[in-house]
């Protein structure tokens, strides 16, 4: 761990020096890829070299001609991040000296240790002796100290960050390129500051969308390239502008009334309609029933996927209300962002407005979600394509929330049942019952817009099984 003095009295211009020797490094390394090219790879390209040695050759002399590529990305990528660090700790360190600089003009002095002590030589004898008896004066110095070591130990936080980024820049992590343990060729990050929000993804699942919209465009596209399916498992593609919230109360409070013989006879009609929604085919409905039946208040997953599988209704309203009506825009918002990055690959996250929808009246899904929130979030990525023009395609998934409760004066008819709402919210405020929120997302879909996109659809999936009832974890992804 570093200290006070330390901190101090480091020479960071050793470090531009540094930079200024690996850029030069990284110049000789192209001369050298250059040379390498013309003189050595050339000799399997050109065709007078044929045969079997030829064809060994070949493929290893690419390998070779790329390590000085990848060394190249290498050196300038230490290099920025070396100049980075100064930057970085220069500013660190100035804080410490604020810190310092707060502490004496408060009448302290700061020892070569960092400690903080009242500074008698600034008062007379007389207040001098009085400070020294008052019993605030330790904590009020352990006060200062404190503070200065808070500066000292951010500076030490940042210094760990830069030498895990140098690590990271100098690790071939790469084992496809025909080598093992070699130079790193993945395109550095654009400052310290992102290479350390790049590392450090949320582990709460909950919060990786948001860590993902506030990266750089850069950074984005260099984490899809090279971890794309793991974050797109963690969560990137969740939207995060949106909020849900039930949009009525519902029954209101949960079990705050006794049940009576009759809300126990509802219970039973209720348990009658939950089995006979299996045999006519009404799962979905079926199994939402069955979990407010169960009163545990816990939230169920919507399976989305056969939802639009099941239901033309979702799909035609989700590519009118969400695709058609942002694609265009979100494709030009990525455009920008690559023509801004100098023709760096990019990623945008995007995500739709969510809309209130409200289904036909006879279908499954009719009767097991009907009203409900919907929207499209997901992420636009920009690469360069083999023509030289840039590739444009949208990753993205449908999401849908849901409130299960019943509203006063409503009521729905499944087969030769009526279900009035005021008899079911019954059982939720008797605690025989309870109202739930629903939420899924589809899996991912692909929608390529290099081109300015046209009417949208959104593809089939397998939606996978479909459950009854006593299969309420049907829509999770392991389950499919």
Sequence with gaps: MLTYHEVLTTDFAKLTAAATAWEAMADK???????????VQSTTTSGVWLGQAQQVAGPNFAVTRNEYNSAQI??????????????????LRGKVKAAVAEAEAAGMKVSEGGVASFDVSK?????ARAIRHDP??????RAWTRKIQQAVDAFDEADQGVKLALVDAVTDTNWRDGTFGGFNGSRPYSSLKEAAAAENMPKDPTKVAEWWSKLDPVTRGILLEERGEELRKAGILNPYHYKWSSPDPGAGAFGVEEPTARDYWILSQAKLLEGGGDLMGQNGASRNMSHYL????????????RFLHDEP????????????LNQAAWRQQALDAYEKSGGKPVAIPVESKATGQQLQPGTEWYHAINGHQQSVSGVVSVTPGADGKPKVSLDYQVNVWDRYNWDKGKGIDIGPWHIPDEDMARLHKTGLAQE???????SVRHQDLTEPPGPASVPEVDPGRDGTRKDPERGREENR
């Design 294 to 305: 169960s009163a545990s208040g816990k939230p169920l997953t919507v399976d989305v996927d």
């Design 313 to 324: 209704q979702l799909g035609a309203s989700i590519t009118t209300n969400h695709l058609d």
């Design 74 to 91: 290498q050196a300038r990528a230490v290099a920025m991040l070396l100049r980075e660090a100064d930057k970085l700790f220069s500013e």
């Design 136 to 141: 605030d004066l330790p904590e009020v110095e």
């Design 29 to 39: 390394f192209e001369t050298l890829e250059t040379t390498y090219e013309k003189k």
């Design 436 to 442: 739930y929120d629903m939420r899924g997302s589809s």
């Design 123 to 127: 008062v007379d004898a007389q207040d």
